[in-house]
């Protein structure tokens, strides 16, 4: 299964903020939406990812004036992206061995979706579970 396949089942809303707001705004952001992450957008290109992460090391370095900062002060600039087809399997591996917990999904330098760990560990989930239940009907029609 590929990331596309994963974008197929939703409804392709994907909260993102700018360098430019402030810490505080992202934050409000995050809360409202009871996401951990949001990709930060140069117009349709990602420029970094502000999360949970980021906010704990700002507070932890600036205390309340952390709030006051810009998303471009905090983020993560380093992104690492995936296109839809990628697979699942090779997403989670990634996402894993990097420890990291949300991918921007991206093609010709546009974001298109936006993933988290958990999105993948549910299609793993599913796909056991869809597996056994097949080995169980192919047990009880022998």
């Not at 994907?14 to 360098?19: E, K, Y």
């Not at 992450?37 to 309340?64: K, M, T, W, Y």
């Not at 760990?117 to 047990?139: C, F, H, P, Q, T």
């Amino acid at each position: 299964m590929t990331i596309q396949t994963i974008l197929q089942d939703r409804d392709g809303t994907v909260f993102s903020c700018t360098a430019d707001m402030s810490v505080s705004e992202a934050v409000s952001l995050l809360a409202e939406k009871r996401i951990g992450a949001l990709p930060v957008l140069d117009g349709e290109r990602v420029a970094g990812i502000f999360s949970e992460r980021d906010v704990l090391h700002c507070i932890q370095e600036h205390g309340a004036a952390a709030m006051v900062k810009r998303v471009s002060e905090v983020m993560t600039a380093d992104v690492i992206a995936v296109d839809l087809n990628k697979s699942a399997i090779g997403a989670l591996s990634l996402m894993t061995k990097r420890r990291i917990r949300h991918l921007p999904v991206v093609e010709n330098d546009k974001l298109i979706g936006f993933i988290s760990i958990g999105d993948l560990v549910k299609y793993r989930i599913d796909k056991i579970e869809s597996e056994a239940a097949a080995m169980r009907d192919y047990i009880n029609s022998a």
